[in-house]
């Protein structure tokens, strides 16, 4: 492991993420909203640390809410993401100026995701709004409708399964 990634784990009190990384809670709002949809009131924004080491992957996984993406360090960051009623596929960067990414990228509410680092390691921040609950959040599994309409329409995706 990269000896600087290893310190932020451990400065940062990283603790493994259910989609593949490290991630520690660092904000939720104690102001509350109500979404425009069914879900009830959640915080109106939380945010959190989240790295990925080389050979791990962010695996594909929904956010109901909008969720903004930040560069912190290290190397740029792969996001690949699908719009599911379009079926339209983008692939951003994100990472620091010079790099050729962008240091905040935003994922709308209900599109697939997925991110690698394209390095040793990648430390961003993810702020969703509005604020993440697990009951918004949708990770696939290898064996799920989703993940297998992945891999018969982008093949080439089959990197982030």
């Not at 379009?86 to 790099?99: D, M």
């Not at 430390?123 to 599994?141: H, I, Q, R, S």
């Amino acid at each position: 492991m990269h000896q600087r990634a290893s310190t932020l784990i451990e400065k940062l009190n990283l603790k493994p993420h259910p989609e593949g990384g490290h991630f520690a809670e660092v904000y939720r709002s104690s102001s509350t909203v109500q979404p425009y949809d069914d879900r009830s009131e959640r915080s109106a924004v939380t945010t959190i640390y989240f790295l990925l080491l080389a050979g791990e992957l962010s695996r594909w996984h929904q956010v109901c809410s909008d969720e903004l993406w930040h560069h912190y360090e290290g190397s740029p960051l792969e996001l690949q993401l699908i719009d599911p009623q379009t079926w339209e596929r983008k692939c951003l960067l994100l990472g620091p100026e010079g790099s050729g990414g962008e240091a905040v990228r935003v994922v709308p509410g209900g599109c697939w995701q997925a991110a690698r680092t394209t390095g040793e390691y990648t430390l961003v921040g993810c702020t969703v709004a509005p604020g993440f609950e697990y009951g918004d959040y949708k990770l696939f599994f290898e064996d799920s409708d989703e993940v297998e309409e992945i891999r018969r329409r982008f093949p080439e995706l089959t990197g982030f399964l």
